[in-house]
Nanobody
């Protein structure tokens, strides 16, 4: 069974940083793309970033480009999201998931329980 456990969230002031971790199990981690998503209260879930398993290509939503960095450590079955220069609008529950394939194209699934990120103004 594919499982993700997110951690690293917390309360930070605007301009601060956090590093989220997504620990994966139940599948051959090296073969799958992994994405980070977020959902703020009253809003739809939004794709934030993704890293593929072909050559480590990364993708970001425009609102986080230049501030967030996704990376993967295949030896630890973990994907990270380094979040710098955080803004109050980054406040959300952050989740990770996979497309069950090598690229970031397609539907994502196997959602973790999420980790709360709160950025104070």
């Amino acid at each position: 069974e594919v499982q993700f456990v997110e951690s690293g969230g917390g309360l930070v002031p605007a301009g601060g940083s956090l590093r989220l971790s997504c620990a994966a199990s139940g599948f051959t981690f090296d073969d799958y793309s992994i994405g980070w998503f977020r959902q703020a209260p009253g809003k739809e879930r939004e794709g934030v970033s993704c890293v593929d398993s072909i050559d480590g290509s990364t993708y970001y939503v425009d609102s986080v480009k230049g501030r967030f960095t996704i990376s993967r450590d295949n030896a630890k079955n973990t994907v990270y999201l380094q979040m710098d220069r955080l803004k109050p609008e980054d406040t959300a529950v952050y989740f990770c998931a996979t497309t069950y394939g090598t690229t970031c194209a397609g539907d994502f699934g196997s959602w973790g329980q999420g980790t709360q990120v709160t950025v104070s103004s």
